[in-house]
């Protein structure tokens, strides 16, 4: 048996008094002589539903999050229902007594006259703003809370010391502690600050609902229809039992949202809503029209009718239509509109500024246009999707997208909650979508395909040039140096001997020389000597070191693993080439006189050079960004990012990412960033 919490231990205690309260001043109002008829048209009985249903929900919300402070909110408003109704009845009982008996009546009785208007306040002012959390939305709140705050208090001492409010309940019964002034315009004023608080947060409750993403969309969703519920039952004379049932549904209804927000479709259940309501007041409206100017102006209230019933006979249909398909677009986005919103998908690609940018304009553009909790684009054989918004709920539909016949990649769509299957208007609009988005993401599958491509290409010549390396230095390399110093001995003896051949051997020593200085200029030039020394790490120590003591104003640090074993040949050669053109652009155009080398190695290699100079600048001089170009260019090769930026404090930073193999190159949803702009230095 699950365990129940303290919190709505207490809340079950606190809500079975309230109970009790609200029978006992039922029971004593009757017994004053109020039938229940006018009980039951009052706000007596009203609010006393109003405290074991606020006292219910706030035991749901405490029993399933004890943490959550709206279910104390809740608990509150039921604690001062049920005094609202309970105390006047307590205080009618008492003031007849005589002595101290009556006293506490005479005490008690100017808060029996008020209790009710803190109750209205907290309500008015309090739950719409801190739902469904018990917090503020945000910081930007707190002025909004405030005024509600400064209201509630003025609206309560303003009723409590006034002799009007007192009155009303108790005929002819003198104020016990009330003020040289009437103090009821206080309370007019607090009301004024209450409702303005409880518009803002309800209008904010509105803009958090059209901004939110499921399922908190859902959770706001259904707030707005009890509201709107209770206001509808408030406003029009619906009769006493249908206002009491709303009156009950509104706690519950919030505490269900809460909870499980997820059960019904609050989205649909709103449009409808929403777009009823709208129709209602249109009809109610053309028929004021028709009884009161129409009336008139053909000589009776009863043509003027006419005359509205057959206007509204005749456009009721299509008016109903036209409003729903507003409401429906406020609701669900686009989808009652498909051209509109493929006209805007073909809008949102053609400007994407990157190609791998297409996968997640078409995520936005299937979440904004339909309204869905999530949405994803995925490649065939990834494990990831490529682009992906939202959370993802436990019912998606999976659309595939063809281009030439062959599916490029799905289509993955999220179902609303309460939804099993696509309707029939998202499904059309999801199919016009597939068409359109079919090529472009086929273009980006190509564009990915051909960086992998260039990535092992990059990688196969850089392992090609590492063997090629090695068999020169260590094949035809030493085999010329041998024969050199073979010809060198036997010229030297063919000088001893004073034979003929000795400049014929010289010649032949000196092109044996020569061809060895080329095949050490090639092998240089494959690839740098000091990373097959010394490995990457010590190899950029050891040029730190040399800058250091060459330049003497600037000193070059390396911070980073001890050795780097596992690269491939390719990032260890680009990650050197990058580090040697960022270190030569600080000797050159930095004036700093400190520069921090740090390589970092987890899933991708991060390379990162930062000085303490006079950072990039606009100058198109000092090579042209012809060193950034190019180190962006070794970053790219390898499907990696490169960035160049001067720092918030002064200074350049060079970073650059650098995949470690082919295999984990970027998917389509990764941008490869470009050389910076903004600078000269090269």
Excluded at 439 to 452: E, G
Excluded at 581 to 599: L, Q, Y
Aim: aromatic residues 6%; glycine residues 12%.
């Amino acid at each position: 048996m699950p365990t129940v919490s303290r919190a709505a231990r207490i809340a079950t205690v606190v809500t079975a008094a309230c109970t009790l309260a609200v029978v006992l001043g039922l029971l004593l109002a009757v017994r004053a002589g109020h039938p229940f008829a006018e009980l039951a048209t009052g706000s007596e009985l009203r609010q006393s539903v109003l405290a074991p249903a606020f006292g219910v929900a706030a035991i749901l919300v405490l029993r399933g999050q004890p943490a959550n402070r709206f279910g104390w909110l809740l608990l509150t408003e039921a604690v001062l229902n049920a005094v609202t109704v309970s105390l006047v009845g307590v205080v009618d009982e008492l003031l007849p007594f005589p002595g101290l008996v009556g006293t506490i009546g005479e005490v008690l009785a100017p808060v029996a006259a008020s209790i009710w208007l803190p109750a209205v306040g907290f309500g008015l002012g309090w739950i719409a703003l801190l739902y469904p959390t018990g917090k503020l939305p945000s910081r930007r709140w707190r002025p909004v809370l405030w005024l509600a705050a400064l209201g509630l208090a003025a609206l309560s001492l303003g009723g409590l010391f006034s002799r009007e409010f007192l009155v009303d309940v108790f005929p002819g019964l003198a104020h016990p502690y009330a003020p040289g002034w009437e103090t009821a315009p206080v309370a007019f004023v607090g009301l004024i600050a209450i409702v303005g608080a409880g518009v803002a947060s309800v209008v904010g409750l509105v803009v958090r609902w059209w901004r939110a993403e499921p399922p908190q969309r859902g959770q706001l969703g259904w707030f707005l229809v009890a509201l709107f519920g209770l206001f509808v039952t408030g406003l029009f004379s619906v009769g006493w039992l249908l206002s009491l049932a709303m009156t009950v549904a509104f706690p519950l209804c919030l505490a269900a949202a809460v909870l499980r927000h997820g059960w019904f479709d609050g989205d649909l259940l709103l449009s409808r809503t929403v777009g009823y309501a709208l129709v209602s007041l249109l009809i109610v409206g053309v028929f004021a029209f028709g009884v009161g100017v129409l009336g008139r102006t053909l000589g009776g209230a009863g043509v003027g009718a006419v005359v509205a019933a057959v206007a509204v006979a005749v456009f009721l249909a299509p008016v109903r239509e036209a409003v729903q398909r507003i409401t429906d677009r406020a609701v669900y986005g686009e989808r009652r509109d498909p051209y509109t919103a493929m006209t805007r998908l073909g809008e949102r690609l053609a400007t994407a500024p990157h190609p791998d940018e297409v996968p997640a304009t078409v995520v936005e553009t299937v979440r904004r246009s339909l309204r869905v909790p999530y949405a994803a684009v995925s490649f065939p054989g990834d494990s990831a999707p490529a682009a992906d918004a939202g959370e993802r709920p436990e019912i998606c539909h999976e659309v595939p997208l063809h281009s030439a016949g062959s599916l490029v990649a799905t289509l993955v769509v999220g179902l609303r909650p309460g939804q099993r299957a696509l309707d029939v208007a998202d499904a059309t609009l999801l199919s016009a979508f597939s068409a359109q988005v079919g090529p472009a993401v086929a273009a980006v599958q190509l564009t990915h395909d051909l960086r992998r491509s260039r990535e092992r290409i990059v990688l196969a010549r850089e392992e090609e040039r590492r063997r090629l390396r090695r068999d020169l230095h260590d094949g035809l390399g030493p085999a010329l140096a041998g024969m050199a110093l073979g010809i060198g001995a036997a010229a030297r003896t063919a000088q001893r001997e004073g034979s003929s051949l000795t400049d014929l051997l010289g010649g032949l020593e000196g092109e044996a020389r020569s061809g060895l200085n080329e095949v050490r200029r090639i092998v240089h030039d494959l690839r740098p000597a000091a990373l097959d020394e010394l490995g990457l790490m010590a190899a950029l120590r050891q040029h730190a070191e040399t800058v250091t003591v060459r330049d003497g104003g600037l000193k070059v640090t390396v911070t980073g693993p001890a050795e780097l074993d596992t690269l491939p040949a390719a990032v260890e050669v680009a990650a050197y080439r990058i580090v040697m053109e960022a270190v030569t652009n600080t000797v050159r155009h930095a004036h700093a006189g400190n520069c921090r080398i740090s390589i970092d190695l987890e899933d991708r290699l991060t390379i990162r050079v930062a000085d303490d100079g006079v950072g990039l600048t606009r100058k198109a001089g000092q090579g042209g960004g012809v060193g950034l170009a190019s180190m962006a260019e070794r970053a790219a090769e390898l499907g990696g990012a490169f960035d160049a930026a001067t720092a918030p404090e002064g200074g350049t930073v060079i970073t650059a990412v650098l995949h470690v193999s082919a295999q984990e190159g970027p998917t389509p949803r990764e941008e490869t960033a470009e050389p910076s702009t903004a600078g000269g230095a090269a």
